[in-house]
């Protein structure tokens, strides 16, 4: 199904995005500020990236014992999370800066992920925040079919039964498939839907960049480790497995409670395309909030535990979202609308496990709602 022929068509509560904006936009008027990024966001992303970057120098250039060797490596797994989700998402999502200019040239931060902007952009921006959850058209709930089922319109197979044990381990995956073949497997299949061209690219200038974008990546962080350090090689391939591992599993902990949760509806297209379902509501009954009361974690996740306010405006810089989410919530409630949100970041992974179970034990894995 082609994205640009799905439709949301529900006129239910319609008129709260419109009464929510005109309040979001007066704060920020009030109070004098940018949506966009201020000093501690610059902070944040200079210390985000001496995370990732100075364990690499290290390792590099200082003669490590083993156990020192694989701390590195630890800790470039847990600057890695942080750039991806502190730095790279805001920029792509155009919040980092007002300039446009400024946010893609702090979007490439992600050749030091090993991924692709532009892909990036495509599924995150164009696919899963349009359509939060819509089934056959976010890819955020479209993994391997036949490994994971995060949705009740996917098929169940009897593997799934399993998955709320071994999705941790597929999702350790996450970044080692992004950082080699994901993204080739991506421009292929947005280049026969279309989308491709939405970026304003030639499929054959985007596979260009995807290929260059790899050379330097693995240039980085296999080939100097390789030739500078007097690591055996095994080390080194250990020390990346686990980088890309501890990553890939911090970033599901932090996206999958916020969408794949017992609380979300997932919404199918009629046979015309149309969602019976105003956009932004539909945001609201397929995300959910977690540990918001949690400083240190909202700091280091970029605010992405702020998922609604995150949904609902994907330009406004996350520094704002913890301010904005009293506007949100109080907005929600006065239209009888829901505001899913847990109290901690463990009630936040136990609910997304138990959908995990859910979808593996039930064909239609029962809504709350």
Same mark, same amino acid.
């Given at each position: ?72 490596? *630890?800790?470039?797994?847990? &600057? ?18 007002? +300039? ?40 955020? *709930? ?53 989308? *491709? ?8 200038? $985007?596979? !260009? ?40 599993? *911090? ?7 916020? $969408? ?12 015309? &395309? ?14 959910? +909030? ?22 609902? !405006? ?21 239209? +009888? ?26 064909? +239609? ?5």
């Amino acid at each position: 199904m082609q994205h640009q022929n799905i439709r949301f068509t529900g006129t239910t509560n319609s008129d709260f995005y419109k009464v929510l904006r005109t309040r979001v936009n007066s704060y920020f008027k009030e109070k004098n500020i940018s949506r966009h990024a201020n000093a501690k966001m610059v902070i944040k992303t200079i210390a985000m990236l001496s995370i990732y970057l100075t364990p690499l120098v290290l390792l590099l250039t200082l003669d490590l014992s083993f156990p020192l060797y694989m701390l590195m490596w *630890i800790i470039m797994g847990i &600057g890695m999370a942080g750039v991806g989700l502190s730095v790279m998402h805001d920029a792509n999502h155009g919040a980092y800066s007002k +300039n446009e200019s400024v946010n893609r040239l702090i979007s490439k931060v992600m050749i030091l992920l090993g991924g692709s902007d532009v892909n990036w952009r495509i599924q995150h921006n164009v696919l899963h925040h349009t359509y939060t959850n819509v089934a056959d058209m976010d890819e955020d *709930i479209k993994p391997p079919s036949f490994i994971l089922r995060f949705s009740p319109h996917a098929k169940r197979n009897k593997l799934h039964r399993f998955q709320f044990i071994y999705a941790w381990f597929f999702y350790g995956m996450m970044t080692m498939m992004w950082s080699t073949t994901k993204d080739f497997q991506q421009a292929l299949r947005y280049k026969s839907k279309g989308l *491709i061209e939405t970026q304003k690219l030639t499929f054959q200038s $985007h596979l !260009f960049t995807i290929i260059i974008y790899k050379l330097i990546y693995h240039a980085l962080f296999i080939v100097l480790p390789l030739v500078f350090s007097d690591a055996p090689w095994y080390w080194l391939l250990l020390g990346w497995l686990t980088m890309q591992f501890i990553c890939g599993v *911090i970033l599901a902990a932090i996206f999958q409670p916020a $969408h794949v949760v017992p609380t979300s509806d997932y919404p199918v297209p009629d046979e015309s &395309g149309n969602v019976d379902a105003d956009w932004a509501v539909n945001q609201l009954y397929n995300t959910a +909030n977690f540990a918001p009361k949690d400083h240190v974690l909202t700091w280091y996740v970029g605010g992405l535990n702020y998922q609604v306010e995150h949904h609902l !405006f994907p330009n406004i810089c996350h520094v704002h979202y913890p301010k904005i989410a009293k506007i949100v919530k109080e907005t929600a409630l006065e239209f +009888n609308l829901p505001y899913h949100s847990y109290n901690t970041f463990f009630k936040a992974l136990k609910g997304h496990t138990k959908m995990l179970y859910d979808l593996g034990k039930y064909d +239609n894995a029962p809504a709350i709602h």
